[in-house]
T-cell receptor
Framework: AQSVAQPEDQVNVAEGNPLTVKCTYS??????LFWYVQYPNRGLQFLLK??????LVKGSYGFEAEFNKSQTSFHLKKPSALVSDSALYFC?????????????FGKGTRLSVIA | DGGITQSPKYLFRKEGQNVTLSCEQN?????MYWYRQDPGQGLRLIYY???????QKGDIAEGYSVSREKKESFPLTVTSAQKNPTAFYLC???????????????FGPGTRLTVL
């Protein structure tokens, strides 16, 4: 079975400080990993994904994520947070061997960036 | 949200009524999905369809039904059998298996359903 854990329901960070939103996963075989962002009453927007290759993935709006196979983690990071980054963030996973099946999502982490 | 439309944005239903939520995409995507979002529970998969005229149940299919008669459309019906239908419903689609951006799901803007 595939699963994703986002251990923090809420992350608070001061504007200009670095931010990290944590994600760990469980799949059989190698994973495809994704981060999405959701603003209030909107759909999810794709931020970035890891498929293969370089463990550090760069995405939209200055976000990046690092794939760590030994720790089964895919934490989302940004060097300098903006108030406009405040939103709900979802990590998602799928096994590379499971065909074109749906992504499995974590429960989400609410990021609050304080001015 | 571009390319995937959901209507209506807000929907109110009386208990005992069936309602149908629309999802249309013009991205030429093969696969389409329906998720339900409740506060603190993340996204839960209701149904998905990988090809026209075929669909599979997700984790919480009871009380819901779907059809996939056209590639562009994947409507979701919330039936009176769904005991707690008040939620935010999200539709998504993903490109062909062999194409670029395979595996990435793209989401519509959502429909908020409230049962009165």
């Amino acid at each position: 079975a595939q699963s994703v854990a986002q251990p923090e329901d809420q992350v608070n960070v001061a504007e200009g400080n670095p931010l990290t939103v944590k994600c760990t996963y469980s799949v059989s075989g190698n994973p495809y990993l994704f981060w999405y962002v959701q603003y209030p009453n909107r759909g999810l927007q794709f931020l970035l994904k890891y498929i293969t290759g370089d463990n550090l993935v760069k995405g939209s709006y200055g976000f990046e994520a690092e794939f760590n196979k030994s720790q089964t983690s895919f934490h989302l990071k940004k060097p300098s947070a903006l108030v406009s980054d405040s939103a709900l963030y979802f990590c998602a996973v799928r096994s590379r061997n499971s065909g074109n099946t749906p992504l499995v999502f974590g429960k989400g982490t609410r990021l609050s960036v304080i001015a | 949200d571009g390319g995937i439309t959901q209507s209506p944005k807000y929907l109110f239903r009386k208990e005992g009524q069936n309602v149908t939520l629309s999802c249309e995409q013009n991205l030429n995507h093969d696969a389409m999905y329906w998720y339900r979002q409740d506060p603190g529970q993340g996204l839960r998969l209701i149904y998905y369809s990988q090809i026209v005229n075929d669909f599979q149940k997700g984790d919480i299919a009871e009380g819901y039904s779907v059809s996939r008669e056209k590639k562009e459309s994947f409507p979701l019906t919330v039936t009176s059998a769904q005991k707690n239908p008040t939620a935010f419903y999200l539709c998504a689609s993903s490109p062909p298996w062999s194409g670029p951006n395979t595996d990435t799901q793209y989401f519509g803007p959502g429909t908020r359903l409230t049962v009165l």
